[in-house]
C-alpha cells in the first residue's frame, strides 16, 4: 500500500463546527450525535476525552481474551480496518444515498427480528481523516448499548502510530486530532487516547468455534525466541513457517489472560526484529496466513479465524485440510480471492461433506478504502440451538456485505514532503 498516497477525502476535509453536547447519553441520542458528525459537525476535545474515559473503565474490565455467548437472534457483523474513514461507518450505520447501498443499521437495532452487535476488529485510526469521529462514536456506542458493541485492538492502537506525535510513517491520528484543534496542545488528549487505545482487548471468541483478532496468532518464531524473520510482512507472507510440532506447540490461547505485562501498560507495539518475539506483537502483527495459523485454531478447539491487518482488495478465505505426515499437520487446500475463485471452493466442499467438517478456515475482512480495493463486513446470523452450534462457522456460508469500492472516495491531493503521507 503505497503511504505517499493520501487517504483523506474531502468529505473529511469538509469544514466542521463543533456540537452542543449533552454528557447525560441514550442510545437515542447517540444516533442524533452519529447524524450530526455526519453533517459535519465534531465534538469539543473535552467531550471527545470525557467519551474515552468513560469507554476505558468498560473496556478495562474485559479480559484479554473475550469469549462472547452469542443469542440465537443475534446478527453478528465484523468490521475490518476503518483506518480513520468515517465514511464507511455512514454506510455501514445509516446509508449514504448516492451509492444505493443498504445500511445494516445501528449495533443494537433489530432488523427482521436479528438483532446487530458489532465487532470492530482493530486499526481504527490513521491513514483517513476522520479517525476522530470514529473513536468517539465507538467511545458512545459502548457506553450505551456495551451488549451490543465489542472491539479488538489493533496494530495501529499503539504508540508506534495511533498514539505517536513522531512525523513521518503516514497520516497519523495524533495529527489529525493536532489539525482539528491546533491551538490544543498533544498532552491535553494523547493520555486519554492512550488509555483507551491500550484498554482495548486483543481478541474475541464467537460461539466457541470462531476467534477474531486484528493481526493473526504468534508464530513459532515468536514462540521459541528466534530471531525474528524478515522485517517485511510481504516477504513472511510467503516465507515457510516453522514446523510448530517438532520445535514449539502453537500458543495456548488459556495463557493470554496472565500475559505479562497487562496489555494496559502495552503501549508500543513496534513492528521492529526488537518486539517480534512478544507474544502480544503476535496477536496484532502477525500476517501469517499459513498452516501454523491452522495448527493454532486446531489446538485450542476453533474452526475459523477472522483477521484483518491485510489491506485484501476482497474478502479472502484460506482454508485448511489435515495433511499426513505434514510437520504442520495441515495444509492450504485453496485461497478464495476473487468472487470466481469463491463460488468454486464453495462447490468443491458442498461435493465433499466429510471434508467440510474437517477443514479450518481464515477469513481477512477489511472495512476501509485504504485497501485500495472492495470494501466489505462479514455478516453472520445466529440459529436457535445450543451454544457453540449458534453460527454457522464456515466462511463460505456467510454473507459478505459490500460496502463499496476504493474508487467511490474522492481522496485529496497527497501533501509533498519528506515525510510522504
Ligand atoms: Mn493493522
Known sequence: MGLNQSFI????????????????????????????????????????????REATKFFRALPNHVDVTVQPNDRMILVGDMHGCFETLIRLFIGEPKTQIAPLGFPGDIVDDFRNVYLFNGDLVDRGGSGYQIVFTICLLTITCQECIYVNRGNHESEMFGMSTQPGLGHKFM?????????VDFLKYKQAVSELFCSFPICHTLDKNIFVVHGGVPMANDLSSMPAP?????????????????????????????????????????????????????????????????????????????????????????TFLPVENQPEGFGIQSVANSQDKFDAVYQFFEQHPNLQKIKLSIVEVFSSPTNQGQLYACVIKGKNAAVGQRLDYDPLHWEYKMLGSHTEFNFVQAQPGPNGM
Open 175 to 183: 495529527f489529525e486530532v493536532q489539525e482539528k484543534f491546533p491551538q
Open 230 to 318: 524478515s522485517p517485511s510482512p510481504f516477504a513472511q507472507k510467503v516465507q515457510q513457517p516453522i514446523s510448530y510440532n517438532q520445535m514449539v506447540t502453537p500458543y495456548p490461547i488459556s495463557q493470554l489472560q496472565n500475559l505479562n505485562p497487562p496489555r494496559f501498560q502495552t503501549l508500543d507495539f513496534e513492528d521492529s526484529p526488537r518486539t517480534k518475539n512478544l507474544v502480544w506483537h503476535g496477536f496484532l502483527w502477525s500476517y501469517d496466513r499459513l498452516p501454523y495459523a491452522a495448527a493454532f485454531l486446531d489446538y485450542n478447539g476453533y474452526k475459523t479465524m477472522v483477521c484483518s491487518h491485510t489491506a485484501t482488495p476482497y474478502h479472502f478465505v484460506t
Open 9 to 52: 477525502t474531502e468529505w473529511d476535509k469538509m469544514p466542521k463546527t463543533i456540537m452542543e453536547f449533552d454528557r447525560n447519553i441514550t442510545k437515542e441520542s447517540v444516533m442524533q450525535t452519529i447524524q450530526q458528525m455526519r453533517n459535519h459537525q465534531i465534538p469539543s476535545i473535552d467531550d471527545f476525552c470525557w467519551a474515552c
